[in-house]
């Protein structure tokens, strides 16, 4: 038993040793007993798989950043961020979680060298993905599909995501590179249309309340929610707010955004 325990501590600590190497080779010495022509192999192998899966999922930062400032990202990431997920798939998550809580601090990373609208940019990317890959969720029968959308409360999809951000993440590209976060924010609603493609709506801050409202409270109805919104904008004509409101939800019944109602 004690030699078992001693083999399997022996085999951990030569697989950190391995790993440790593979992510940071100029901190971490490879394993003495191996050859450098085959950690070299793996070296290669790992990094490039990593930095090849990322640039697939986040394409327009990468293609702005260029390869080699791109290559620098994914090695400071991929040689100090601990990661939670073991798939391949989380990998983008992974680096947004390292964008936002570990770039900055990093002494080997140069985030001043960074764009500003980084993490945005890759944020927007990861969303796209993201609602690509979700699972559809379980139908409920109790939502009337042709519900009336002002007097029930009407049901967004799961698969409908609304975003804000400081930067016009859609404009993006080589052609367009912000330097300052705009004076107001963007509001950005994508949703997964019938097709199983993946589309986005810009709103504007009364239509993106009206989404979060919906979205955060099932006691409310459409017209409820619609005066709520009128209250907090302190309208004049609060039954206009309504008419147009109601325009939005029937535009957004017609994309699969809102499912339907519920009494």
Request: aromatic fraction near 10%; glycine fraction near 4%; charged fraction near 25%.
């Amino acid at each position: 038993m004690k030699q078992n325990t001693r083999q399997f501590a022996n085999l951990h600590a030569r697989q950190h040793e391995f790993a440790a190497h593979l992510r940071n080779p100029a901190a971490n010495p490879a394993p003495a007993d191996v050859e450098d022509r085959r950690m070299a192999i793996y070296r290669d192998l790992f990094i490039n798989n990593v930095t090849r899966f990322l640039a697939n999922s986040l394409p327009v930062l990468a293609d702005m950043l260029g390869k080699d400032r791109w290559a620098l990202l994914i090695r400071d990431f991929y040689s100090t961020h601990n990661s939670r997920s073991p798939l391949f798939p989380d990998l983008p998550k992974e680096l947004l979680d390292y964008l936002a809580t570990e770039r900055n601090f990093n002494p080997h990373s140069d985030p001043e060298a960074d764009p500003p609208f980084l993490y945005e940019l890759a944020h927007y990317e990861w969303a796209e993905t993201g609602l690509a890959l979700a699972e559809d969720p379980v139908p409920d029968p109790a939502i009337d599909p042709n519900g009336d959308l002002l007097e029930a409360h009407p049901v967004t999809s799961a698969l409908a995501w609304l975003f804000s951000y400081n930067y016009p993440v859609n404009e993006i590209g080589k052609g367009n590179w912000p330097t300052a976060p705009a004076a107001k924010p963007y509001y950005y609603l994508l949703y997964r249309d019938t097709a199983d493609k993946v589309q986005f709506i810009r709103l504007n801050t009364v239509s993106a309340r009206l989404f979060e409202l919906l979205e955060s409270d099932m006691r409310l109805s459409g017209r409820d929610t619609l005066l709520h919104i009128a209250t907090e904008l302190q309208h004049p004509d609060p039954e206009r707010v309504v008419d147009n409101g109601h325009g939005f939800l029937q535009q957004w019944r017609e994309r699969n955004i809102i499912l339907g109602t519920l009494p």
